[in-house]
């Protein structure tokens, strides 16, 4: 997932263990509070000692779980372009049509986009603090997830270019991560289920539109 600077895993926490168990939830509950923050206040506006206390501990016992500030953020925005992509894969493993694999695409990813607002704001505005390689391999995840749906995409344009693919492929992803910030309010149920209909089909519109 991260680099070895950047988190320590679930999985190097030893997680068959009572105590690994109790570490790898901490370390869940620490990435989706920091989220939660820097969403809110920015990377900036937000101190170790903030996180620290919005899972019970301090700021200095943090560092059981990240080396730095900057490295929580890098596990957050890893932890969400893995998610994407390994998400996206088994999408497409199903045999269907390129209609069908379009909108479980679309579905899979207003999902994320619904569950996971806070990680889409955080990572619009706060990507430039991860250290270079950090930065390098989400943009890496990134391309290798448009990828899946481009490859998509091109089923059902086959006139289209490659360029044209990948504007279409970013404009749907606008359209979907957008709109979280504007509904929070009805993010309830039966509300939810409306919302995830609408960002669906207008998605789905727009991206096997002519």
């Known amino acids: 997932m991260a680099t070895k600077s950047a988190a320590v895993t679930a999985s190097a926490a030893g997680t068959g263990t009572g105590r690994g168990r109790a570490k790898a939830e901490r370390y869940d509950s620490l990435l ?43 596990a957050i925005l890893l932890r969400a372009s893995e ?81 044209d693919l990948r504007v279409r492929a970013h404009a749907g992803f606008g359209l979907i991560n957008s709109t979280p910030y504007s509904v929070r309010a009805l993010r309830e149920a039966p509300e939810d289920a409306v919302v995830r209909g609408i960002l669906a089909d207008m998605a789905y519109a727009a991206l096997s539109a002519r």
């Open 32 to 74: 989706h509070e920091a989220a939660r923050l820097f969403a809110a206040n920015g990377f900036d506006g937000v101190s170790l000692e903030d996180i620290g206390s919005a899972v019970g501990i301090t700021g200095p016992a943090v560092y059981r779980h990240f080396s730095s500030k900057r490295a929580l953020l890098a």
């Open 83 to 163: 998610g994407l992509l390994a998400g996206g894969r088994r999408v497409l493993e199903a045999d269907a049509d390129p209609v069908q694999q379009l909108r479980d695409l679309i579905d899979f990813h207003v999902e994320f986009a619904l569950a996971d607002a806070d990680v889409i704001r955080v990572h619009d505005r706060d990507l430039a603090h991860l250290s270079d390689d950090d930065r390098h391999r989400v943009r890496r995840l990134q391309s290798e997830y448009v990828d899946l749906w481009t490859g998509v995409l091109a089923r059902l344009h086959s006139e289209g270019s490659a360029p």
